[in-house]
């Protein structure tokens, strides 16, 4: 099992940025690949960045050259850095690690408005 724990969402105005972070514990050492999703209202869930434990990377086009994520190996931790932030970016942000199964965290609300 694999518990994760988003942190870091909120208020921005547009052209902002936020970090999202997303801890991982319990059987990490399993995980091959982590990544973020988000949920707007009425909208199916979506990939946004995903990265392997290789650490390569691919994100979806809508956030290509504004959004980064990265991973920190020693705190187990994946990070969304998001820059240049515009109001369809608005949704629920959802950590995801896959060692077969699929784990979700709790979800974080990042808001782009004026």
């Known amino acids: 099992q694999v518990q994760l724990v988003e942190s870091g969402g909120g208020l921005v105005q547009p052209g902002g940025s936020l970090r999202l972070s997303c801890a991982a514990s319990?059987?990490?050492?399993?995980?091959?690949?982590m990544g973020w999703y988000r949920q707007a209202p009425g909208k199916q869930r979506e990939l946004v960045a995903g990265?392997?434990?290789?650490?390569?990377?691919n994100y979806a086009d809508s956030v290509k050259g504004r959004f980064t994520i990265s991973r920190d190996n020693a705190k187990n931790t994946v990070y969304l850095q998001m820059n240049s932030l515009k109001p369809e970016d608005t949704a629920v942000y959802y950590c995801?690690?896959?060692?077969?199964?699929?784990?979700w965290g709790q979800g974080t609300q990042v808001t782009v408005s004026s």
């Open positions: 995801n690690a896959r060692d077969g199964a699929n784990y």
């Open positions: 319990g059987s990490i050492f399993r995980i091959t690949s």
């Open positions: 990265i392997t434990s290789g650490g390569s990377t």
